[in-house]
């Protein structure tokens, strides 16, 4: 596609947003052949504007033969509204599309002294989750979005970065739910996966210190059409609640829990979160660990993030591994 003129594009953006008073629900419709007729250019060429605007997450309902309706831009992503209402301040990038935001921040950081941003996209094109396994990233569909962290804690911390994240996604607050966590990166509403944290760092293998560590997190937020593999397990926000909750609104209400948490890391109260949000004490599980799948009967979850289980009839400590599923037994 031709690259889009900036100056059209922001007309037509102030067109479709004056159609809508304060209070309305939704604005008139605006003829595209009006639209066309007044910026000079062809139908298609606003069809084409629509669409990018769409992409980028605004709510615009097409009316066949009529013209558009602008209703929201409650989907959208702002780069100096999120930045502005940062309690610590950092800098934050917004991007269409990227293959991930971890590798984009782990690629900046190889290239350039940086300090702590944030980079958030509005699609991935290969989202990632722990074990190489691939993260759904629709276009304007979730927060994905990763946070570079200068190491202002040690290296034994940062192994329970993941947890703290888990503990500050801040969904349960802003859309009135319960979310559960299954251990050790995935956080559940009504039984299906929402989602996912992905924790990478680097380390001085001479000094035995932390260099730096990515925080990467990826939420479903809106209706979403998922594919088949992972239909059944995976939701959205929306799907679950019926509710459209800002992406904005949530990603800086959990980039300031996770300043909270580090900044109060030794006492670790994320982890108390953590272990009250988990829904698999005292289950019996499927853990994938050391290449071997063992049935297990969870224990409980120690300060450190590991799992107290026993698995043939021996208590054991896991510091890695996966839940594959829960087991349904009499035992």
Same mark, same amino acid.
């Given at each position: 596609m031709k690259k889009i003129n900036e100056m059209i594009y922001d007309n037509i953006l102030k067109k479709l947003k004056a159609s809508k008073k304060l209070g309305e629900l939704e604005g008139k419709i605006?003829?595209?052949?009006?639209?066309?007729?007044?910026?000079?250019?062809?139908?298609?060429?606003?069809?084409?504007?629509?669409?990018? =605007?769409?992409?980028?997450?605004?709510? @615009? *309902?097409? &009316? !066949?033969?009529?013209?558009?309706?602008y209703q929201s831009d409650m989907k959208v992503l702002d780069e100096e509204y999120i930045k502005s209402?940062?309690?610590?301040?950092?800098?934050?990038?917004?991007?269409?599309?990227?293959?991930?935001?971890?590798?984009?921040?782990?690629?900046?950081?190889?290239?350039?002294?940086?300090?702590e941003m944030v980079v958030i996209?509005?699609?991935?094109?290969?989202?990632?989750?722990?074990?190489?396994?691939s993260f759904t990233s629709n276009n304007a569909s979730g927060i994905y979005m990763s946070i570079l962290l200068e190491p202002t804690f040690s290296l034994e911390q940062a192994k329970k970065l993941t947890c703290l994240a888990a503990g500050a996604t801040a969904i349960d607050q =802003?859309?009135?739910?319960?979310?559960? @966590? *299954?251990? &050790? !990166?995935?956080?559940?509403?009504?039984?299906?996966?929402?989602?996912?944290?992905?924790t990478e760092?680097?380390?001085?293998?001479?000094?035995?210190?932390?260099?730096?560590?990515?925080?990467?997190?990826?939420?479903?937020?809106?209706?979403?059409?998922?594919?088949?593999d992972i239909r059944k397990i995976?939701?959205?926000?929306?799907?679950?609640?019926?509710?459209?909750?800002?992406?904005?609104?949530?990603?800086?209400?959990?980039?300031?829990?996770?300043?909270k948490y580090i900044q109060h890391m030794d006492d670790q109260i994320y982890m108390d979160e953590y272990i009250k949000k988990s829904f698999i004490i005292g289950k019996y599980v499927e853990l994938y660990k050391n290449n071997q799948?063992?049935?297990?009967?969870v224990l409980s979850i120690t300060k450190n993030g590991e799992l107290q289980v026993i698995i043939n009839n021996e208590v054991q400590i896991v510091s890695s591994g996966e839940i594959t599923r829960m087991v349904i037994t009499n035992e």
């Open positions: 605006i003829s595209g052949e009006e639209i066309a007729k007044e910026e000079q250019i062809t139908r298609s060429y606003v069809s084409k504007v629509i669409a990018k =605007l769409i992409d980028k997450g605004y709510d @615009i *309902k097409r &009316v !066949n033969r009529m013209g558009y309706i209402h940062l309690t610590n301040q950092r800098n934050v990038q917004v991007l269409d599309s990227v293959d991930s935001t971890n590798n984009y921040l782990k690629k900046m950081k190889k290239n350039e002294k940086m300090e996209a509005n699609a991935q094109t290969a989202g990632r989750g722990r074990l190489g396994r =802003l859309a009135n739910v319960e979310t559960k @966590i *299954k251990w &050790v !990166n995935d956080i559940y509403l009504n039984s299906k996966k929402i989602s996912g944290i992905l760092a680097a380390t001085s293998i001479e000094q035995g210190s932390l260099e730096y560590a990515i925080i990467g997190i990826g939420i479903n937020m809106y209706h979403q059409e998922f594919n088949e995976a939701t959205s926000i929306e799907d679950e609640t019926n509710q459209i909750i800002s992406r904005n609104d949530l990603i800086i209400a959990i980039i300031n829990q996770i300043d799948l063992f049935k297990a009967k």
